[in-house]
């Protein structure tokens, strides 16, 4: 009788063993030095999801050029992170020299120039680049109100009631007209029109900076400066992108080199795609708030 329950005795004990092992809780693996645990983190909006190889923090739509820093991080300041109109010194002295008053009148309305050429230039070709440079360029234009405020200056922008492509010193009124002529005929028209823009503004940021002794306003002037490096650099990478280059008109080729190789942002930081990342790269982009940075210019569909 023993011998003929032996065969279900032993199904028995193997359908037992298959139950208890499926229950048994699977030990973790040792964790190593080199291993750390994965972070759950949930992404801010414009940071990448961390799809494809590895953590991410890709930028943008597309493959990212340049900031916003600003940009974009996102508005303003050094790089496009914070308002530049933020935590600014207070003046011990509020009288201002005839240039230093010229300075900023000019700066407001420059600062209104680029953000109108970009508006106009995205509604004409679309390419997000100049979305997100011209929301850069109205917290420029913020910040150097502020002062005009704090130094009791009539405001340009609000004697043209702030209408696009309206100035009120003839000369920006000229090119204006002239940026948007040439921007209009082509994308690559229209990224050059950009980083020219940039380039004047550099070129002019320098020599205000020179012109004044206020803590406030040249700390000002420095975060739109360090603001337009990031679109610049912004523009210039999508110009190349798109199989064209820039040489600058404004600026020094030395300084025009120093901004390329030490912006943060460029190709070289690209996230990969729809601000998917790839393999730990940091896709920073330009402008870049301040700017912001950004996508890589496509024309329009």
Same mark, same amino acid.
């Given at each position: 009788?023993?011998?003929?329950?032996?065969?279900?005795? #032993?199904?028995?004990?193997?359908?037992?063993?298959?139950?208890? =092992?499926?229950?048994?809780?699977? +030990?973790?693996?040792?964790?190593?030095?080199?291993?750390?645990?994965?972070?759950?983190?949930?992404?801010? *909006? #414009?940071? #990448?999801?961390?799809?494809?190889? &590895?953590?991410?923090?890709? $930028?943008?739509?597309?493959?990212?050029?340049?900031?916003?820093?600003?940009?974009?991080?996102?508005? &303003? &300041?050094?790089?496009?992170?914070?308002?530049?109109?933020?935590?600014?010194?207070?003046?011990?002295?509020?009288?201002?020299?005839?240039?230093?008053?010229?300075?900023?009148?000019?700066?407001?309305?420059?600062?209104?120039?680029? $953000?109108?050429?970009?508006?106009?230039?995205? %509604?004409?070709?679309?390419?997000?680049?100049?979305?997100?440079?011209?929301?850069? @360029?109205?917290?420029?234009?913020?910040?150097? &109100?502020?002062?005009?405020?704090?130094?009791?200056? %009539? %405001?340009?922008?609000?004697?043209?009631?702030? !209408?696009?492509?309206?100035?009120?010193?003839?000369?920006?009124?000229?090119?204006?007209?002239?940026?948007?002529?040439?921007?209009? +005929?082509?994308?690559?028209? !229209?990224?050059?029109?950009?980083?020219?823009?940039?380039?004047?503004?550099?070129?002019?940021?320098? @020599?205000?900076?020179?012109?004044?002794?206020?803590?406030?306003?040249?700390?000002?002037?420095?975060?739109?400066? @360090?603001?337009?490096?990031?679109?610049?650099?912004?523009?210039?990478?999508?110009? $190349?992108?798109?199989? !064209?280059?820039?040489?600058?008109?404004?600026?020094?080729?030395?300084?025009?080199?120093?901004?390329?190789?030490?912006?943060?942002? /460029?190709?070289?930081?690209? /996230?990969?795609?729809?601000?998917? /990342? $790839?393999?730990?790269?940091?896709?920073?982009?330009? #402008?870049?708030?301040?700017?912001? =940075?950004?996508?890589?210019?496509?024309?329009? *569909?």
């Amino acid at each position: 009788m023993l011998k003929k329950m032996l065969p279900f005795i #032993g199904v028995l004990v193997f359908a037992l063993s298959l139950v208890a =092992c499926q229950a048994a809780p699977t +030990a973790a693996p040792a964790q190593t030095t080199a291993e750390a645990p994965t972070a759950v983190t949930t992404a801010m *909006p #414009g940071m #990448g999801n961390g799809a494809g190889n &590895g953590p991410a923090m890709g $930028r943008g739509q597309g493959e990212m050029h340049g900031q916003e820093a600003h940009d974009e991080d996102e508005h &303003g &300041g050094p790089p496009e992170g914070m308002n530049p109109a933020e935590n600014i010194p207070t003046p011990s002295d509020t009288n201002l020299t005839d240039a230093e008053k010229a300075d900023l009148l000019h700066m407001r309305e420059e600062e209104k120039l680029a $953000r109108d050429v970009y508006l106009t230039l995205y %509604d004409k070709w679309g390419a997000q680049v100049f979305s997100n440079i011209a929301r850069s @360029e109205q917290m420029h234009m913020d910040a150097v &109100g502020t002062l005009l405020q704090r130094y009791g200056l %009539d %405001d340009p922008v609000a004697q043209t009631n702030d !209408a696009r492509g309206v100035f009120n010193d003839p000369k920006l009124q000229d090119l204006y007209n002239q940026l948007v002529e040439k921007g209009s +005929a082509s994308l690559v028209d !229209a990224l050059t029109v950009g980083a020219t823009i940039e380039d004047l503004d550099i070129k002019d940021l320098d @020599e205000a900076i020179a012109r004044t002794t206020h803590a406030d306003i040249q700390t000002v002037y420095e975060r739109l400066r @360090e603001g337009s490096y990031h679109h610049m650099k912004a523009f210039v990478s999508n110009l $190349r992108a798109n199989g !064209a280059d820039y040489s600058p008109q404004f600026i020094s080729a030395e300084e025009f080199q120093h901004i390329l190789e030490s912006t943060p942002g /460029g190709p070289a930081m690209g /996230g990969q795609g729809a601000g998917r /990342g $790839r393999g730990g790269e940091m896709g920073h982009g330009a #402008g870049g708030p301040h700017g912001n =940075c950004q996508a890589t210019a496509t024309p329009a *569909p």
